[in-house]
């Protein structure tokens, strides 16, 4: 068994006194203190996260946007530079591989940013799909550390330490700039429901921005976070979870993100007689739907429990947990679509042999107001 890798933020982590786990090869810090209190941070000020076992991926070359298009479901090479977007790559089958944001930093140049468990993956597909295309793929995992910043008092605290033009900075764009005298890619991202911040940087440079974040977010009420709060956010902001509700025995439209597959771009990309193939299968019947699922009990899902009504199994739970913000567990799951309409009575998750009633309700379960 090799070691975990660790992140250029590991002393730091241990000197706040984080709980380390192991998360995807990674040794990562889970929590800090109490994951509730880093959950509600983030929803009403700001939660700082080290991200850095995230896997970036940067195609460049004259035709790199033609690589991704063939590589990925999206229309990349439609993307302003400047700008980001959520995609995915699926195996020839329609399979999801990894849920994927695509950065275009230049007019030849694009990251790919993977998550940590499927990086090597991500990165083999698209260096043998972008074969025959002008255009470079390198790995560049070890070349940036990620550190998040996130929650309603994010713009504020960041606005402190750079002058680049964050009110310009849209939902999904990126630019280079400058934060806390450090070089940064400054992205308009997140993975929590909240409007917030991606810093790519270099790793020499991470203990030196994530302290400046620290000082200028103490009055704002800014506390360090780990993946479990990134859990419960993600979870209740309906965002799915690789391993979880994305996975190779799943196309995109299995898992209602259809919207993601770009049938009307140009040239061929892997993965598209399948994909057509599931999309007609899902406009015609589709077999299970993703709903959110609110418990009227106190007892919490957990993946891989059944989904149960009338005494039949209807469906399974994706990912569960106890819901800081609505004060009672959810859970994601995949049901027949004769039980995915919200407020679908009869509903339960099988708990250890006691079938718990639930309430079906729509994704995602927590919208912050804009």
Known sequence: MSEPRRTALDALHRSLGATMTDFAGWDMPLRYASERDEHTAVRTRAGLFDLSHMG???????????????????????????????????????????????????????????????????????????????????????????????????????????????????????????????SALIARTGYTGEDGFELFVAPADAEKLWQALTEAGADAGLVPCGLSCRDTLRLEAGMPLYGNELTTALTPFDAGLGRVVKFDKPGDFVGRQALAAAAERAAAEPPRKLVGLVAEGRRVPRAGYPVVAGGAVIGEVTSGAPSPTLGKPIAMAYVDAAHAAPGTSGVGVDIRGTHEPYEVVALPFYKRQR
Do not use: W
Not at 89 to 111: F, K, T
Not at 116 to 136: C, I, K, M, W, Y
């Open 56 to 182: 970036e991926i940067t195609v460049t070359g004259p035709a790199a946007g033609e690589a991704l298009d063939h590589a990925l479901v999206g229309h990349i090479s439609a993307l302003a530079v400047g700008r980001a977007r959520y995609t995915m790559i699926c195996a020839p089958d329609g399979g999801i591989l990894d849920d994927l944001i695509v950065y275009r930093l230049g007019e030849q140049e694009y990251m790919v940013v993977a998550n940590a468990s499927n990086a090597q993956v991500v990165l083999d597909a698209v260096t043998e799909r972008a074969a025959g295309f002008e255009a470079a793929v390198r790995d560049d995992r070890d070349a940036y550390a990620l550190i998040a910043v996130q929650g309603p008092e994010s713009p504020g605290i960041l606005a402190s330490l750079t002058d680049a033009d964050l009110d310009g900075l849209k939902y999904y764009a990126g630019l280079p700039g400058t934060v806390a005298g450090v």
